[in-house]
């Protein structure tokens, strides 16, 4: 069964600076999506960055930023110039990209910013 | 678009009794998820739908729980008798499936307390 793992229960990171969330996951599959979310104390969950899992180049969306290794089957998220409104919950998610079309989500990790 | 509608925000029942969650998906989209987040278990899925129709609800903890979607604008999660142990915040989702690898529209959830 796949499973995805996020090791860092908390983070802290001071304005401007750079933190990066790490992932890992476990599966068989060799095509898939990796996804971040981001949830704020508001609740909604708001998609971050998508990485498919057959494209090598790592995926960006402004600030944000993915480091993917499939071999080491790791998925990590870099927020650059990290702002207060980025504080919250982020969580990485996997689905395989045939079959069922479930969602597996980590545990989270809360970034905390510091002005 | 209004995204995901979740009603309640809030609710406060006392065990034993019935709890209805509802939920309205973006118009057009075909699939349907409930999950739900706690602390212990993060998110879970429950149940999802294609087209109205229940495709997996392995992740439905017991008898106790039943989900419905009567039409493509309506769904409803039930939680009858309910347990101090069902207190959590549960999420509807939806997706289109030609859009299915770009992630979820999630709601901002319905914050279930049971005393």
């Known amino acids: 069964a796949q499973t995805v793992t996020q090791s860092q229960p908390e983070m802290s990171v001071q304005e401007a600076e750079t933190v990066t969330l790490s992932c890992t996951y476990d599966?068989?599959?060799?095509?898939?999506?990796l996804f971040w979310y981001k949830q704020p104390p508001s609740r909604q969950m708001i998609l971050v960055i998508r990485?498919?899992?057959?494209?090598?180049q790592n995926a960006t969306e402004n600030r944000f930023s993915v480091n993917f290794q499939k071999a080491a089957k790791s998925f990590s998220l870099k927020i650059s110039d990290s702002q207060l409104g980025d504080a919250a919950m982020y969580f990485c998610?996997?689905?395989?990209?045939?079959?069922?079309?479930?969602?597996?989500f980590g545990t989270g990790t809360r970034l905390k910013v510091l002005a | 678009d209004a995204g995901v509608i979740q009603s309640p925000r809030h609710e406060v029942t006392e065990m034993g009794q019935e709890v209805t969650l509802r939920c309205k998906p973006i118009?057009?989209?075909?699939?349907l998820f409930w999950y739900r987040q706690t602390m212990m278990r993060g998110l879970e899925l429950l149940i999802y739908?294609?087209?109205?129709?229940?495709?997996?609800d392995s992740g439905m903890p017991e008898d106790r729980f039943s989900a419905k979607m009567p039409n493509a604008s309506f769904s409803t999660l039930k939680i009858q008798p309910s347990e101090p142990r069902d207190s959590a915040v549960y999420f509807c989702?939806?997706?289109?499936?030609?859009?299915?690898?770009?992630?979820?529209?999630f709601g901002s959830g319905t914050r279930l307390t049971v005393v």
């Open positions: 989702a939806s997706s289109l499936w030609s859009k299915r690898d770009y992630g979820y529209t």
């Open positions: 599966t068989s599959e060799s095509d898939y999506y």
């Open positions: 990485q498919e899992a057959y494209k090598q």
């Open positions: 998610a996997y689905r395989a990209s045939s079959g069922t079309y479930k969602y597996i």
């Open positions: 118009s057009g989209h075909d699939y």
């Open positions: 739908f294609n087209n109205n129709v229940p495709i997996d």
